[in-house]
């Protein structure tokens, strides 16, 4: 399994732009996982037709 090292530097972005300010990363990390999700809940419902939920 090949991996691609996106969510580490999407991590490394969300620390950078938090400037050390653990308020700051917070608020970056919920908006990425809301578009992160909103992405993952569209493409399952047009492959499969149905979402699934862990």
Known sequence: MRHS????KLANIILMMG???????L???MIASIILGMDFLQAS???NGYVVQA
């Open 45 to 47: 419902k047009k492959r």
């Open 19 to 25: 400037l050390g300010s653990l308020f700051m990363t």
């Open 5 to 8: 090292g996106l969510g580490l």
């Open 27 to 29: 608020l970056f990390m």
